[in-house]
């Protein structure tokens, strides 16, 4: 059993000026995962169409929101050469780990979503299922050990930089049945400039015409009336603090910061003459905003929770309203940006 991180550099969360806590923790696994092996340009890799769903479970309650990079949750599409794809372990507990064990004999660290109500170093320790998977990256899987990176960990877990053990049996238990992010890292199948377009091509898409009531540009003027019908609800609390306003400043705000990012210190816009290089700025000074005013957004909700008002209630209505304008002009120099990268 070794002491160091194999595949952790000494700053996972400095990366790129992304902090993890501005991302979902699958992409954050990924994304660090990715770095250790030498590529140096995560945000392009990862960036994605900019989005907004409200998910509901098959009885119409609200799941989760979600943006760009869950839309793809279950068959990502990513850029410069990486490429990802869930895999099942298996369900026998004696073989839970085949999978892990698998991908970690190929030189890198595993992303994996375990069931966490038996692992004890974990905040969802006995916590009731939340109706979505929590990720974090395992290093290496000893006998009785395994390494692991995991952000969300109790107080008592003895993690140190999000970095620290977890019996193997335990990880073996969670692991039957559950996901597998099989990841590579190849070599660019597309020049740049065309995977930029089809980003902005598919986020000023999915905005404009998206393809459910409650996402895109109408799920954002939805939204206040998703958050009145949990009013009656007996655990609208943590409902609104874990399925409203921490994916708000995470999946969907992240989203958009990663793409602003690509979008503010890209050089294919500025060598396409001084309109496209404003077209690109635009696009980025807008795209930020609006990650701006999710954040906000997140912390009226947070605030909604602790405690319900109208007044509250009104105040989450005019910060998506905010959203929903910053958003629609994005998505009209977005097309304008694309139309200029053909």
């Given at each position: ?157 003895g993690f140190t930089d999000n970095r620290g053990t977890v019996p193997t049996d335990e990880l073996r238990r969670g692991m039957a049945g559950a996901p597998v992010l099989v990841w590579d890292a190849g070599q660019p199948e597309a020049e ?151």
């Amino acid at each position: 059993m070794t002491t160091a991180f194999p595949y952790l550099g000494t700053g996972p969360d400095a990366i790129e000026s992304l902090p993890h806590t501005r991302i979902s923790c699958w992409v954050h696994c990924l994304r660090d995962a990715l770095y250790a092996t030498g590529l140096r340009e995560t945000a392009r890799a990862l960036a994605q169409p900019v989005d907004f769903v409200v998910e509901r479970t098959a009885e119409g309650e609200l799941l989760t929101l979600y943006g760009g990079l869950d839309a793809g949750y279950h068959h990502p599409r990513f850029q410069r050469g990486v490429s990802a794809h869930w895999e099942t372990s298996p369900h026998q507990e004696e073989q839970a780990l085949d999978l892990v064990h698998r991908e970690l004999a190929r030189g890198h660290a595993v992303p994996v979503s375990p069931d966490l109500r038996g692992m004890r170093h974990s905040e969802f320790y006995r916590v009731p299922y939340a109706g979505y998977p929590h990720t974090f990256l395992v290093h290496e899987a000893g006998p009785r050990t395994s390494l692991a990176a995991d952000r969300n960990t109790r107080a008592s877990s003895g993690f140190t930089d999000n970095r620290g053990t977890v019996p193997t049996d335990e990880l073996r238990r969670g692991m039957a049945g559950a996901p597998v992010l099989v990841w590579d890292a190849g070599q660019p199948e597309a020049e740049w400039a065309d995977e930029l377009h089809r980003l902005l091509e598919c986020s000023v898409r999915r905005m404009t015409e998206p393809d459910l009531p409650e996402a895109g540009l109408a799920g954002l003027l939805a939204l206040p009336g998703v958050l009145e019908e949990l009013e009656p609800h007996p655990g609208r609390a943590r409902l609104l603090q874990m399925r409203v306003a921490g994916p708000l400043q995470r999946q969907v705000a992240g989203d958009r910061l990663l793409l602003a990012r690509v979008l503010a210190e890209d050089t294919t816009a500025r060598e396409r003459g001084p309109r496209t290089a404003a077209a690109a700025a635009e696009c980025a000074e807008l795209t930020r905003a609006s990650c701006d005013a999710l954040v906000d957004l997140a912390r009226a909700v947070f605030l909604l929770s602790r405690s319900w008002s109208a007044e509250t209630l009104r105040m989450c209505g005019r910060r998506a309203e905010r959203v929903h304008e910053l958003d629609a002009r994005a998505a009209g120099r977005m097309a304008d940006l694309a139309g200029s990268l053909r």
